[in-house]
């Protein structure tokens, strides 16, 4: 009796083979009966490229010829088992050595004769051949793709979808609107990747994988070029024929401001540190950011903050000059406080908040109807469980926990829904309270010593102040952000308003 090990692959999806896994193996066993004393002790397969021989089943079906516990080894057609030559013949080799005889179902060929190894070799030569002409297809097929400005197969970026009818990207109606915030908040909010993810997780915007927001999600959308009407393919760009969802200045300016944060670490939102003004103040020569920095005398330790071009590279690339730490905090807090009892300075902001609010409208607006639209989904996804339920079709406890996630969403998606028709009726009825915003003043220092964190003591500063420009020691630019309503802070989300420069 032949001891027979039998061993069928595919590529991809079964669903999607001209001979699947099922198909393979069936015909195999019926091969088998029709031998008479063949006896099959085993069966493995494998869903991977012919290229490779790393694959378990192949190596589980060799370590069963090594231990002598199968005479010949079945495969449906021999590219089954590699479609390359060198491969095939070694394995015949190895085979031979182990008095393992290899045969093909549907090819006239078996390795226990000199003329079966000739025509496995024949075999091998043609499956090799056959994969390098689906290669080049493939190749050619994608590339004219590109050149027509076509999406290739594969993962659609966050933000489109693919139309069933023309097969193009076009963006999608509740994710497009989120990929335009995120690079308004890197690009012109100046927030990092880390505190966008809190946002965005606040505001329960869909993400683009179960885990949720994370800054490695965003600085992947933030470096693809698809959002700008692009298409990458072999290291370089072309153009796409679909739809941009940001315009070419603001990706270039989120790039920058990206390659610069890769460059210098301490350009990062999320860098902990003591010193509070960090990743607010720049240099006005070289336009790079400043950093803390020490110096240690004989009896105590002095704190700075200095240009990070300098500090990196010496006076001779920029002469930006070291400025106190202690005494840049203390005059920006102070400063930062009586511009808030300025109640004049206030009004006329509100003015220029009340134009610049008019620009944004139409955005928050996109937002709700995005975030309104996406309720909807979640709400029929619930009602079509309720009802699978109520026809007895599905158990509730095997969809407890999915019922749990999406009620949650829910009204996460609700609350962000109430603080955009919140800020639509604020910037359409409610100035700011100057006497609100007097009385945020007198409690700012301690507001920044009660922090639970310097981290946290940061991000406050963060929403009340946009830049500091350093000239030299003498000249210190602030811009400062004039809250739109004064209420209680949280640690996730920005405050909007007007941002006029003070000196």
Same mark, same amino acid.
């Given at each position: 009796?032949?001891?027979?090990?039998?061993?069928?692959?595919?590529?991809?999806?079964?669903?999607?083979?001209?001979?699947?896994?099922?198909?393979?193996?069936?015909?195999?066993?019926?091969?088998?009966?029709?031998?008479?004393?063949?006896?099959?002790?085993?069966?493995?397969?494998?869903?991977?490229?012919?290229?490779?021989?790393?694959?378990?089943?192949?190596?589980?079906?060799?370590?069963?010829?090594?231990?002598?516990?199968?005479?010949?080894?079945?495969?449906?057609?021999?590219?089954?088992?590699?479609?390359?030559?060198?491969?095939?013949?070694?394995?015949?080799?190895?085979?031979?050595?182990?008095?393992?005889?290899?045969?093909?179902?549907?090819?006239?060929?078996?390795?226990?004769?000199?003329?079966?190894?000739?025509?496995?070799?024949?075999?091998?030569?043609?499956?090799?051949?056959?994969?390098?002409?689906?290669? /080049?297809?493939?190749?050619? &097929? $994608?590339? %004219?793709?590109?050149?027509? *400005? !076509?999406?290739?197969? =594969?993962?659609?970026?966050? +933000?489109?979808?693919?139309?069933?009818?023309?097969?193009?990207?076009?963006?999608?109606?509740?994710?497009?609107?989120?990929?335009?915030?995120?690079?308004?908040?890197?690009?012109?909010?100046?927030?990092?990747?880390?505190?966008?993810?809190?946002?965005?997780?606040?505001?329960?915007?869909?993400?683009?994988?179960?885990?949720?927001?994370?800054?490695?999600?965003?600085?992947?959308?933030?470096?693809?070029?698809?959002?700008?009407?692009?298409?990458?393919?072999?290291?370089?760009?072309?153009?796409?024929?679909?739809?941009?969802?940001?315009?070419?200045?603001?990706?270039?300016?989120?790039?920058?401001?990206?390659?610069?944060?890769?460059?210098?670490?301490?350009?990062?939102?999320?860098?902990?540190? /003591?010193?509070?003004?960090? &990743? $607010?103040? %720049?240099?006005?020569?070289? *336009? !790079?950011?400043?950093? =803390?920095?020490?110096?240690? +005398?004989?009896?105590?330790?002095?704190?700075?903050?200095?240009?990070?071009?300098?500090?990196?590279?010496?006076?001779?690339?920029?002469?930006?000059d070291r400025l106190p730490k202690d005494r840049l905090e203390e005059a920006v807090l102070a400063q930062l406080a009586e511009l808030y009892r300025d109640g004049r300075l206030i009004k006329r902001a509100l003015a220029r908040a009340t134009t610049e609010a008019t620009k944004q409208r139409p955005e928050v607006e996109q937002q709700l109807a995005s975030t309104r639209t996406e309720i909807g989904n979640v709400e029929r996804k619930l009602e079509r469980y309720f009802r699978a339920f109520e026809n007895g079709d599905l158990s509730p406890a095997l969809f407890e926990e999915r019922i749990r996630s999406h009620r949650e969403r829910l009204a996460t998606l609700r609350v962000?829904?109430?603080?955009?028709?919140?800020?639509?009726?604020?910037?359409?009825?409610?100035?700011?309270?100057?006497?609100?915003?007097?009385?945020?003043?007198?409690?700012?220092?301690?507001?920044?010593?009660?922090?639970?964190?310097?981290?946290?003591?940061?991000?406050?500063?963060?929403?009340?102040?946009?830049?500091?420009?350093?000239?030299?020691?003498?000249?210190?630019?602030?811009?400062?952000?004039?809250?739109?309503?004064?209420?209680?802070?949280?640690?996730?989300?920005?405050?909007?308003?007007?941002?006029?420069?003070?000196?």
């Open positions: 009796m032949t001891r027979v090990c039998i061993y069928t692959r595919i590529s991809t999806d079964e669903d999607h083979q001209p001979t699947s896994l099922g198909t393979q193996r069936e015909r195999l066993e019926r091969f088998c009966e029709a031998m008479g004393d063949w006896r099959i002790v085993a069966a493995f397969e494998d869903q991977a490229s012919g290229t490779s021989l790393e694959r378990p089943g192949l190596s589980e079906a060799l370590q069963l010829a090594r231990e002598k516990h199968a005479d010949l080894l079945l495969v449906y057609r021999v590219d089954r088992l590699s479609r390359k030559v060198r491969q095939l013949a070694a394995l015949c080799e190895e085979l031979d050595e182990l008095d393992v005889v290899l045969k093909s179902a549907t090819e006239p060929f078996d390795t226990g004769s000199p003329a079966g190894r000739m025509m496995l070799q024949m075999l091998g030569v043609f499956a090799e051949f056959e994969h390098a002409t689906i290669v /080049d297809r493939v190749t050619a &097929g $994608l590339e %004219r793709r590109v050149r027509e *400005g !076509r999406w290739m197969s =594969g993962r659609t970026p966050y +933000g489109y979808r693919r139309d069933p009818s023309s097969k193009l990207l076009v963006p999608d109606e509740v994710k497009a609107p989120v990929v335009r915030r995120i690079f308004q908040l890197y690009a012109e909010g100046k927030q990092g990747t880390t505190t966008i993810a809190r946002i965005l997780e606040a505001e329960g915007a869909p993400a683009p994988r179960k885990e949720g927001w994370s800054p490695n999600a965003l600085q992947l959308i933030l470096a693809n070029p698809a959002y700008r009407g692009l298409i990458r393919w072999n290291g370089s760009l072309h153009d796409g024929i679909h739809e941009p969802l940001v315009d070419e200045d603001l990706f270039e300016k989120a790039g920058q401001i990206l390659r610069r944060r890769r460059e210098d670490a301490s350009l990062r939102r999320g860098n902990p540190t /003591d010193y509070l003004l960090s &990743g $607010l103040v %720049r240099c006005h020569h070289c *336009g !790079r950011a400043y950093v =803390g920095t020490s110096a240690h +005398g004989r009896r105590s330790r002095y704190t700075y903050y200095a240009c990070s071009t300098r500090y990196k590279y010496g006076p001779s690339r920029c002469n930006g962000h829904e109430a603080g955009l028709a919140q800020t639509l009726a604020t910037q359409a009825h409610t100035p700011p309270d100057t006497v609100a915003l007097a009385r945020l003043a007198d409690q700012l220092d301690q507001m920044i010593l009660a922090t639970e964190s310097p981290e946290q003591a940061k991000e406050l500063l963060r929403l009340l102040v946009k830049e500091i420009r350093v000239h030299d020691r003498r000249r210190i630019i602030p811009t400062y952000r004039v809250p739109a309503a004064v209420r209680a802070i949280p640690t996730t989300m920005e405050l909007g308003g007007l941002e006029p420069p003070t000196s």
